[in-house]
């Protein structure tokens, strides 16, 4: 079964760190796009970050630029999103996202809660 599972999600208080990790199983994940979003109460799913097969590049949504770190590691087939300087307004569960060859489904997996209390 092809699945994406994060964890490292919990409850800190703003100006705090957290990093999350996202682990991939049932195949390679080296040569998707793997992908960051997140969803508040009430809100649409919202864009964080992201970084290609090659990793060279990064993305970022402009609310996490500077304070949010994308990185992988496909010999674990793993990508981390190390988030510091949180905020309140980060509170949402994060997502995972993988983004594989022309054809292939998009895989989410389930989230992880972040809460940052003021």
């Known amino acids: 079964q092809v699945r994406l599972v994060e964890s490292g999600g919990g409850l800190v208080q703003a100006g705090g760190s957290l990093r999350l990790s996202c682990v991939g199983s049932?195949?390679?994940?080296?040569?998707?796009?793997m992908g960051w979003y997140r969803q508040a109460p009430g809100k649409e799913r919202e864009f964080v970050a992201s970084?290609?097969?090659?990793?060279?590049?990064?993305y970022y949504g402009d609310s996490v630029k500077g304070r949010f770190t994308v990185s992988r590691d496909n010999g674990k087939n793993t990508v981390y999103l190390q988030m510091n300087s949180l905020k309140p307004e980060d509170t949402a569960v994060y997502f995972c996202?993988?983004?594989?060859?022309?054809?292939?489904?998009?895989?989410w997996g389930q989230g992880t809660q972040v809460t940052v209390s003021p």
């Open positions: 996202k993988a983004d594989g060859p022309a054809g292939s489904p998009t895989i």
């Open positions: 049932g195949r390679s994940f080296s040569g998707d796009l």
């Open positions: 970084m290609p097969a090659s990793g060279i590049n990064t």
